[in-house]
T-cell receptor, first 113, second 115 residues
Framework: LAKTTQPISMDSYEGQEVNITCSHN???????ITWYQQFPSQGPRFIIQ?????VTNEVASLFIPADRKSSTLSLPRVSLSDTAVYYC?????WGGGADGLTFGKGTHLIIQP | DAGVIQSPRHEVTEMGQEVTLRCKPI?????LFWYRQTMMRGLELLIY????????DSGMPEDRFSAKMPNASFSTLKIQPSEPRDSAVYFC?????????????FGPGTRLTVT
């Protein structure tokens, strides 16, 4: 049973805000939500992590509703360099075993000029 | 810190040969992870260590794969014998419990081609 579901691909334009939603209906009480970004020929890079409500850093915001069954990664004013694959992970903060370390295929975000 | 270091960056070998991939985690990190990435299956966790001890190896595909971490600054992933379906990019990552975040730092990966 997959822990997360996210779109395979998304398109947007430079300067727009992009929201990528991840579904995790079976999220457990101890689970955190973590997002990674991966550029071609590179390893994934951590973007943001949260447990509930809203988390913001210099790169993105993460919105988590009260029921925590989904989450939305928000990228403000994207540029061409934001074209990448974005992964949503759900699990105990320290993995709690391999469940929390399932990257899958992610969402391929393509930004156009 | 130089980040997570992996070697070699590229490896081409013939079916049946032994392949050894190497990883040096970030100094002070107590978790180390090995992943495999292919177009078909995406990014898969193979095994992870905590304080040099294997915690979960359920992702290791079969007995041909083995991983060791003899000390805190070095780990190897070995495939013996290698097969064409093992062709993939293999990533090593490390993280630190004491940082308060489970952020993983990935290496540049090793692109393995088995002919």
């Amino acid at each position: 049973l997959a822990k997360t579901t996210q779109p395979i691909s998304m398109d947007s334009y430079e300067g727009q805000e992009v929201n990528i939603t991840c579904s995790h209906n079976n999220i457990a009480t101890n689970d955190y939500i973590t997002w990674y970004q991966q550029f071609p020929s590179q390893g994934p890079r951590f973007i943001i992590q949260g447990y509930k409500t809203k988390v913001t850093n210099e790169v993105a915001s993460l919105f988590i509703p009260a029921d925590r069954k989904s989450s939305t990664l928000s990228l403000p004013r994207v540029s061409l360099s934001d074209t990448a694959v974005y992964y949503c992970l759900v699990g105990d903060k320290w993995g709690g075993g391999a469940d929390g370390l399932t990257f899958g295929k992610g969402t391929h975000l393509i930004i156009q000029p | 810190d130089a980040g997570v270091i992996q070697s070699p960056r590229h490896e081409v070998t013939e079916m049946g040969q032994e392949v050894t991939l190497r990883c040096k985690p970030i100094s002070g990190h107590d978790y180390l992870f090995w992943y495999r990435q292919t177009m078909m299956r995406g990014l898969e966790l193979l095994i992870y260590f905590n304080n040099n001890v294997p915690i979960d190896d359920s992702g290791m595909p079969e007995d041909r794969f083995s991983a060791k971490m003899p000390n805190a600054s070095f780990s190897t992933l070995k495939i013996q014998p290698s097969e064409p379906r093992d062709s993939a990019v293999y990533f090593c990552a490390s993280s630190s419990w004491s940082s308060g975040s489970s952020e993983q730092y990935f290496g540049p990966g090793t692109r393995l081609t088995v002919t």
